[in-house]
């Protein structure tokens, strides 16, 4: 490639970062945290879900908990994966009652080169964690990073937009809300 073309390339990624950086700045004013999938997932959830923050971004174990009902005080770790790759992040606390976890679009984990992480949400699952948990154990599974959750546990676990888990059921309001960061 001729020098002349990368140097374009070049000046065209950095321009596209300054907009970038700009909408990220933008984004953590409002969230008051860093921008992050992490943290403006749990900020989202937050707002939809009716749940407290915990006070510190990093309280070991959850991220809140619920304020209404039927989850009222429960405790919750909450993430959001820009694709959702069969993969979860969990954590052996005794002290977590759910995962709140919004997905993008369904995808493989075989590859990084498998195209752009759009931010949106197309999904989102509740998983109860205790549950989950026994349920990693009779399968070998372990926790932590990318843990492995099988297709049956997705579709269990799933609040929107099919309502399958009846532990918490979405509201019009809420899937409406939602509906916004679909693409």
């Known amino acids: 490639m001729p020098h002349m073309e990368q140097d374009e390339q070049l000046r065209r990624i950095a321009g ?55 989850l009222q005080g429960k405790t919750v770790n909450i993430k959001w994966y820009l694709k959702r790759e069969g993969l979860l992040d969990t954590s052996e606390t005794a002290t977590l009652d759910y995962y709140l976890v919004l997905t993008g679009p369904p995808s493989s984990a075989a590859s990084s080169h498998a195209g752009t992480r759009p931010w949106r949400i197309d999904a989102v699952y509740l998983f109860n964690a205790r549950r989950f948990r026994r349920e990693q154990i009779a399968r070998s599974v372990k926790s932590g990073t990318a843990s492995s959750v099988t297709r049956q546990q997705w579709a269990a676990a799933e609040i929107y937009p099919a309502a399958t888990n009846p532990i918490l059921q979405v509201t019009a309001r809420q899937a409406e809300l939602l509906g916004h960061f679909r693409l």
């Open 16 to 70: 596209l970062l300054r907009e970038r950086n700009s909408i990220d700045e933008e984004i953590a004013g409002i969230i008051q945290r860093p921008m992050a999938s992490g943290h403006l997932g749990e900020w989202v959830a937050s707002r939809i879900f009716d749940i407290e923050l915990a006070a510190v971004a990093v309280e070991p174990g959850f991220d809140g908990r619920f304020r209404s009902a039927p």
